[in-house]
């Protein structure tokens, strides 16, 4: 079964902390993205991923920056935490052959609370 | 008008009904649809693309109207399981691996 996997569940973390949340994904997908997702606003944007050390923004990148290093690995950095920030981050991974879109795949998410 | 509009519902049907979800998009140069189910304070997971031709799995059937922009998604004969949140899901134009979600809509089956 394919898999993407988030490193942590949960997460508390301090105004001011610099945050990694890390993604791995075994399909070998080009395709990885990184969501965050909030009541009454859905799944928005953040960063995503191309290729390896190619990335682009989303639609919401302030606050935070990526890295993908192997192909297998996307993660997430919030510089300088704040109570803002406060989501439940989803990873996603995805293969598009051509102009079919097979849809993601997500992990199970990582909520992180700023205190 | 909003990428990707759905009711957000709730919808609270009773077992064995059938119940419509209805969605709008607003590129009409997107490529790829999908429906994806959200489960309570879990990740989204893919329930079925949606094609032109019209797609179905089992209850559940999937309709795409490009001319009107419109996607739909049919559950019949309702179970306790199928409460979720319904998340439509649409290509962005011009750049057929980046996706937009729906809001979704909250789907309760009652016993």
């Known amino acids: 079964d394919v898999k993407v996997t988030q490193s942590s569940r949960y997460l508390v973390k301090r105004t001011g902390e610099k945050v990694f949340l890390e993604c791995v994904q075994d399909m070998d997908h080009e395709n990885m993205f990184w969501y965050r997702q909030d009541p009454g606003l859905g799944l928005r944007l953040i960063y995503f991923s191309y290729d390896v050390k190619m990335k682009e923004k989303g639609d919401i990148p302030e606050g935070y920056s990526v890295s993908r290093e192997k192909k297998e690995r996307f993660s997430l950095i919030l510089e300088s935490a704040s109570t803002n920030q406060t989501s439940m981050y989803l990873c996603?991974?995805?293969?598009?052959?051509?102009?079919?879109?097979?849809?993601?795949?997500f992990g199970s998410g990582t909520r992180l609370t700023v205190v | 008008r909003k990428e990707v509009e759905q009711d957000p519902g709730p919808f609270n049907v009773p077992e064995g009904a059938t119940v419509a979800f209805n969605c709008t998009y607003s590129?009409?140069?997107?490529?790829?649809f999908f429906w994806y189910r959200q489960d309570c304070r879990k990740e989204p997971k893919l329930l079925m693309s949606?094609?032109?031709s019209g797609n179905e799995d089992g209850r559940f059937t999937a309709q795409l109207n490009r001319a009107s922009q419109y996607i739909s998604l049919l559950i019949r004969d309702s179970k306790l399981s199928d409460s979720a949140t319904y998340l439509c899901v649409v290509s962005r134009g011009g750049s057929n691996y980046k996706l937009t979600f729906g809001k979704g809509t909250l789907l309760t089956v009652n016993p």
């Open positions: 590129n009409s140069a997107s490529q790829s």
């Open positions: 949606v094609y032109s």
């Open positions: 996603a991974s995805s293969s598009v052959d051509g102009q079919e879109n097979y849809g993601y795949t």
